[in-house]
């Protein structure tokens, strides 16, 4: 989904994103918490709460933040944001995964795959939808057989 640059929250995530390559952990979480305590609609909400979820100190928490997350994207009606749902569904995913939760694993996994055809064609596209693969992929090896 292509971010309005100009939009407060995004250019706060972007400095959280600079300096989180710059090493600076704790001034990148500050920026995120930033971004979430600065939002004020339901993109600005997914958007932030997505980054607060990468810095999460447990699997737990960072459920918590990757549902919330999800829960703002989809109260957003518009079908662009549709892209970014595979996203939000595969870290959901990989969190249940961590958990053990395999049950609530694949279902969030096939969630993203349900809505890989709106990711772009791009390297981006590309790579989500080989975590969403990749993701089924070990949980089939943990789902007990069915007889």
């Known amino acids: 989904m292509e971010f309005n640059r100009e939009n407060k929250i995004v250019q706060i995530c972007a400095k959280g994103m600079e300096l989180e390559g710059l090493g600076e952990l704790a001034a990148t979480c500050g ?10 609609n339901d993109l600005e909400k997914s958007i932030a709460a997505h980054y607060v979820a990468r810095h999460q100190k447990s ?24 892209e970014n749902l595979p996203s ?8 249940y995964e961590d958990l053990n939760d395999i ?13 890989a055809d709106f990711l772009p064609d791009d390297g981006y596209g590309h790579m989500i939808k080989a975590g969403i ?15």
């Open 31 to 40: 920026k995120f918490e930033e971004a979430w305590n600065s939002a004020t």
């Open 59 to 82: 699997v737990a928490d960072k459920l918590i933040w990757d549902k919330t997350a999800l829960a703002h994207a989809l109260n957003i009606h518009d079908e662009i944001i549709k």
């Open 88 to 95: 939000l569904y595969l870290n959901i995913g990989k969190c």
């Open 103 to 115: 049950a609530n694993a694949e279902t969030n996994y096939q969630a993203a795959l349900s809505f």
């Open 133 to 147: 693969v990749i993701g089924l992929q070990r949980i089939k090896q943990e789902l007990p057989i069915k007889s």
